[in-house]
């Protein structure tokens, strides 16, 4: 379907996804200024139930699962004993013996196996990514495309929660989660795999007159990194944790524990050796991901985990990580990035790159 | 998707267009496309003499950065410094508008060794 409509494939983490359609810049601006569908069903889904299904899952992740009610979601990390980062997820509370994971596609087994395996007998996981398909509708025109579609305002919904509606475009099973990844306005759409083709293009046609358009994993990684959101494979690894990763908010060492807490508290007590900036190119030059970033002294201080041009400020963006010394990560700081024997200049910056914005 | 008969072209996706001695030089509709939206051109050897399959300066697109090969030795004469503030004319009109260099040729009969149109098409698959 996405190749009949012009969209060039990439493969990505064993699926074949559309890269781009009209183009990177093209899309980025439809989601910014418009709105912008994304097909995103590589993404992982596990549904864990059972009597403790909800301190099991508070005791894997780093976030606070008890603050949870049905029908909210949260974004936490899962890690490994020495807090290495073993993937950032969601989990959304279906009911206080109903949990849903969603996970990133390139972690789906490795993770399957981790949950599995720490889960007493009487909690069950099971794997729907299969049978689950996710769409993102993203962008100040999101609410009104959905409404034009489904005959059903969803404005009202706040940030991060969910409905499960009756009946709603064409499908029983849907379910309309407040959430997404660009840094704009917008809906995540779960829902039958078998249902998806029809629910895109329902939504593709009332988006017509909004000037909606399919967009892609190009666009979706532009869109995310001007916003400072984090990827996994690059800025989230096994040898990364969530304290110099920015991710000190989702990780609640107070709360229950949760594996990994131990060695996050005695990072937290030293202090993190390295951190996760963002930084905005003051000259000509794109930082790539694997650059070296570069003190004013010329000394080489850490590397860009992801970079790219921000179509919104048509500068040089990334993100990568530090020494955790304060010249090197407070706003404002210079520092460079060197690429193919030239540097480039960039100001240490707070994401989002692209405008101030809070949702609530 | 089209690739002029009267240009030649390399399989690094460059063409060329001679006239006499001289020849200007750009990447093809293929390489454009596999690129996307093109963002930065350099090129810093304008002056320099540039072995065939040196590199003569780099495209930047939003993903990817690509560097650019001479297809023939000579001198880079000049760089369309009309890229500098609108580098997408490389992709709208790349055997047009967006035209990457001018070159003197050290010997123009090397321009003989390059692909015509068709071959270039095949190897491209188009």
Redesign the interface.
């Known amino acids: 379907m996405h190749q009949a409509l012009g969209a060039k494939m990439v493969p990505f983490a064993g699926y074949d996804m559309p890269l781009q359609y009209s183009g990177i810049i093209n899309e980025h601006q439809a989601v910014r200024t418009a709105a912008g569908l994304f097909d995103v069903s590589h993404m992982g889904e596990f549904l864990v139930t059972g009597p403790a299904a909800g301190q099991f899952v508070d005791s894997l992740v780093t976030n606070d699962v008890s603050t949870l009610y049905d029908g909210k979601a949260l974004y936490t990390a899962m890690c490994q004993d020495d807090g290495g980062i073993i993937d950032d997820l969601l989990v959304y509370r279906f009911g206080p013996e109903m949990y849903v994971l969603v996970v990133n596609a390139s972690r789906k087994v490795i993770d399957l196996a981790w949950v599995s395996q720490h889960a007493p007998p009487e909690v069950t996981v099971r794997d729907v990514s299969d049978e689950t398909a996710l769409l993102a509708l993203q962008g100040p025109r999101a609410f009104d495309i959905l409404e034009k579609a489904s005959g059903t305002d969803f404005s009202g919904l706040k940030f991060y929660h969910f409905e499960r509606p009756a009946a709603c475009l064409g499908s029983q099973h849907l379910l309309v989660s407040r959430t997404g990844y660009t840094g704009e306005s917008g809906v995540e759409l779960y829902c039958p795999t078998a249902e998806a083709a029809s629910i895109w293009s329902a939504l593709m046609e009332a988006g017509q007159e909004f000037g909606l358009l399919p967009a892609g994993l190009g666009a979706r990684d532009t869109l995310r990194l001007e916003a400072g959101f984090c990827l996994y494979g690059n800025d989230l690894t096994t040898d990364t944790n969530p304290l110099e990763a920015g991710l000190g908010w989702l990780t609640k060492l107070e709360a229950a524990p949760f594996i990994g807490r131990e060695a996050l508290l005695k990072v937290k007590a030293s202090g993190p050796s390295r951190k996760l900036v963002g930084f905005v190119a003051q000259e000509r030059g794109i930082p790539r991901a694997g650059n070296d970033i570069l003190a004013p002294s010329g000394e080489v201080i850490g590397s860009v985990t992801s970079g790219s041009q921000s179509p919104i400020l048509s500068k040089g963006i990334g993100m990568g990580y530090v020494e955790n010394r304060p010249e090197f990560t407070t706003p404002g700081s210079p520092l460079q990035i060197s690429a193919r024997g030239r540097t480039t200049a960039v100001h240490v910056e707070r994401p989002p790159f692209h405008v101030k914005r809070t949702e609530s | 998707m089209t690739f002029p008969e009267e240009l030649r072209y390399t399989k690094d996706h460059e063409w060329i267009r001679v006239d006499g001695d001289t020849a200007t030089i750009g990447i093809t509709d293929f390489a454009q496309s596999e690129l996307?939206?093109i963002?930065?051109v350099?090129v810093e050897t304008v002056g320099d003499a540039v072995a065939k399959d040196d590199v003569f300066g780099?495209v930047?697109a939003?993903?990817t950065?690509s560097e650019l090969f001479m297809p023939v030795s000579g001198t880079v004469t000049e760089m369309n410094t009309a890229l500098d503030t609108n580098p997408e004319l490389v992709?709208d009109d790349p055997y047009g508008e967006g035209w990457l260099i001018r070159m003197s040729l050290d010997n123009p009969a090397d321009v003989d060794d390059l692909l015509s149109a068709s071959d270039y098409a095949d190897m491209v698959g188009q």
């Open positions: 996307g939206d963002v930065y350099e780099t930047e939003v993903k950065v992709n």
